[in-house]
């Protein structure tokens, strides 16, 4: 009697049940009051995961998929189960905030793979899959500059043992940290691996690490990020945290597959700096004016333009903060969400919640405030300025140039010209530009062109200064302080256009950037030029780090060789001709 083989028809029928299971959740989660998620297209936490045993998640139907503060991130099949609800008891009496999330029995398997990763990763000695934070500790405090950080990285560069790679990672990290370097690139190529850190917004070569630790670091960065390790072809993201010296590191990484191996970025985020005060964004009065009085709107679309790194997102989080208050409900959909504000509910997009699909659910949960991370598509945008019209106060963020830019990009979109004026409040221009290192900036009298570019761009300031000759202005020295670099922080340069009734007119009849600035000038806020040139004049910065991020109106196009402060960028030609802004 002949035999069949069923596997495949086993195999698609699991994969309906899954499929009618996972639309069942959905549907259900809204109905119980929570929140649906699918733990497959989430960053899951490793951390969080073993913060309950295996065998009391499984049991219990449940998994911590996340984790920060005193918060925990929930997902769970059942919240009526009585052993989910007594493993929520006894996480609750360890006065523990939970965040529940309804999820299905696929998601729970998935999340439950990390037990196993984590296992295997404990079960390795100390040196081999794990940081030691104590030794990052002990790093910082011998590493002040990048040439400290070099010293050590060539001397763990002769080991030849099983430290070798451990160590070159919590080198890593302790030379971020120390430095405040934002993000660490490892990029392979033919011959080496270049190590690169961005200080202040600009990309700086550390060191070429070999090739012959290179792997041994990707994978073990991969499995502290919780990502596949024998995936090498595809792009993957991860993450994980770390406490050093009373502060909690958490690290976004990035991996992408290239020619010469796969290239990982590190984004380190520290919450406990993140203040998200209105002072610290660097506003100048009229824009603090002008921004109080949009944010004490009931509804409304307020956007960010700039690019990449130009500190769009902090300035909305800012936002936030300054809206949140007790009778408020504020949602918001981020790719990813970078920092965790209380009392905000924040969610994550994913394969099966987009920013269109997550953006018309949170419309359904009776939020006040919204935030978008991005409009990127004509269907996010027409639902953004729905909510906007119909009682929401809604912030996001645009990817233009400038300000103006923001009108006719919407359009492009697809957004009818006609309904912007009754959904938009104000559309913000910004970029970050680096502040001079008060130890070493050293003064210099303004040369000819300079002098007249200073007294040329803030004779048109809305509030015109009298500008006394000869001007003093500012430039990069050097110094331990600020790691040689000349500079040690960084602050905003800002622009607007308010949505007036002579703006909406100008839109909808000829939406042309010149003709849109033309509208907005009686409303007397200063452009990104006026306001990084009074910054400068301010010796808060320098023309040549103003001019690295935005364009200046000079009367005759410079050289290198018209001024002596042009040649502040060629004391460190290796690394400031390698970088790249984003």
Known sequence: ?????????????????????????????????YTYIDLNSYTINPEAVIQI??????????????????????????????????????????RIDIQLYMCS???????????????????????????????????IKNIKTIDDLVTQLKGV????????????????FAGAVSMDASDIHIEPEAKVVRLRYRLDG???DIYDIDNYIYGRIMSRLKLLAGMTLNKNQGAQDGRFTFNIIEREIEVRASVIPGASGESIVMRLLDPSVASFKMENIDL????????????????????????????????????????????VKIITIENPVEYKLDGIVQTQTGSDYTFSSGLRAILRQDPDIIMVGEIRDEEVAATAIHAAQTGHLVFSTLHTNSAVGGFPRLIDLGVDPRILGSAINIIIGQRLIRRLCESCKIAYEASGEELELVKNVLASHPEPQIIPEPVTLYKAG????????????????????????????????????????????????PNMVEDGVEKVSRGISSLVELERVIELPWKTKKTPEDTEVVDETKKDEDLFLSSIVT
């Open 53 to 94: 045993p295996e065998a009391e998640a499984k049991e219990a139907n449940m998994v911590i998929f996340d984790s920060t503060f005193n918060t925990l991130s929930i997902a769970v099949k059942n919240p009526n189960d009585p052993k989910t609800q007594q493993a929520f008891e006894k996480m609750q009496s360890d």
């Open 284 to 327: 100048n009065p009229i824009m603090k004016k002008v921004i109080d009085l949009e944010l004490k709107k009931p509804n409304g679309l307020v956007i960010t333009t700039g690019p990449t790194g130009s500190g769009k997102t902090t300035a909305l989080y800012t936002f936030l903060k300054e809206t949140h208050n007790e009778g």
């Open 202 to 204: 600009v990309l700086h």
């Open 157 to 172: 560069g002769t080991i030849n043992n099983a430290r070798r790679a451990s160590e070159t990672i919590e080198l890593m």
């Open 478 to 525: 050097g110094c331990p302080e600020c790691g040689g670099s000349g500079f040690k922080g960084r602050m905003g340069i800002f622009e607007a256009i308010q949505m007036t009734d002579e703006v909406e007119e100008v839109v909808i009849r000829d939406p042309r950037e010149h003709a849109i600035i033309e509208a907005a000038q009686p409303q007397g806020i």
């Open 1 to 33: 009697m002949p035999k069949f083989d069923d596997t495949s028809l086993n195999t698609k029928i699991d994969d309906l049940r899954r499929s009618e299971e996972e639309k069942l959740i959905k549907a259900l989660a809204p109905q119980y009051g």
């Open 105 to 139: 029995t696929a998601s729970l398997e998935h999340a439950w793979e990390r037990y196993a990763d984590m296992v295997n990763a404990s079960a390795k000695k100390r040196g081999v899959f794990d940081i030691d934070t104590e030794d990052i500790a002990n790093f």
